[in-house]
């Protein structure tokens, strides 16, 4: 397998990731800056994959999108289109009033 490497720094060092790791609330998006960041300090792709305990591809896919555009584009996230209710809203208030007005043992 051919070894990860980070071709465009974009001005961060391993210092500097691991100050804006400290920053970043969210864990899944602090494992992202941690996996570069262990790159760019010589560790190879399956040692990162046992410290941040993901596949081997995350890693890959996480060194190429900083080496495209940046801890901005590492950073960032797509999230799926909202999916329609199963329910109607009448559906989801007359279930709202049941649970709200009655007991089980009332609905048998």
């Known amino acids: 397998m051919k070894r990860l490497k980070i071709t465009n720094d974009h001005g961060w060092t391993p210092r500097t990731l691991r ?12 494992q992202r800056v ?7 300090e010589g560790y190879l792709g399956k040692e990162v994959v046992s410290m941040v305990n993901v596949c081997r591809q995350t890693v890959s ?14 950073l960032h996230r797509d999230f799926a289109p909202e999916r329609e209710p199963f329910l109607t809203e009448e559906q989801q208030e007359e279930i709202k009033q049941l649970v709200l007005t009655t007991t089980p043992v009332e609905l048998g």
């Open 19 to 30: 100050k804006q790791e400290r920053k970043i609330k969210n864990t899944l998006l602090r």
């Open 34 to 40: 941690m996996a570069v960041r262990l790159v760019m």
């Open 61 to 74: 896919h996480y060194v190429s999108l900083f080496n495209e555009g940046g801890l901005e584009l590492l």
